[in-house]
């Protein structure tokens, strides 16, 4: 098996409010559904980015899943063929909005 991913954010921040959803989160996103074999990790990672960026969402939480799929392998170059091909589907606010964050996350240092 590959590396286990493991993310307690939710059992942290949400336990004692909603701990179902905590559970959900950690117990069964993160360690079942990100630790099961049929997909590897980097290929979670690049699908997980299209969802967030296809759903709007260029939170803290997209940051997070782009600075996950740098450190499984997405380089810079397939970062931006990805989010290019994904703006063809999306729409061109999404992709601008989504590259500003990446440019961030693989910038050099």
């Known amino acids: 098996m590959a590396e286990k991913i493991t993310q307690t954010a939710d059992r942290e921040q949400l336990g004692d409010f909603a701990p179902m959803f905590a559970h959900l989160n950690d117990d069964v996103l993160f ?3 990100w630790n099961a074999e049929a997909i590897d990790i980097k290929t979670k990672c690049i699908i997980t980015v299209m ?3 296809a759903s709007g ?12 799929a740098k ?8 970062i931006a063929a990805i989010i290019t ?3 063809m589907y999306t ?16 910038k050099e240092k």
């Open 91 to 106: 729409g061109w606010p999404k992709g601008w909005a989504v590259f500003r964050l990446a440019k961030e996350v693989w």
């Open 31 to 33: 360690g079942e559904v």
């Open 57 to 68: 969402i260029t939170d803290s939480s997209l940051t997070y899943h782009l600075k996950n």
């Open 71 to 78: 450190t499984h392998g997405v380089t810079k170059e397939e």
């Open 85 to 87: 091909h994904t703006t």
């Open 51 to 53: 969802s967030l960026m």
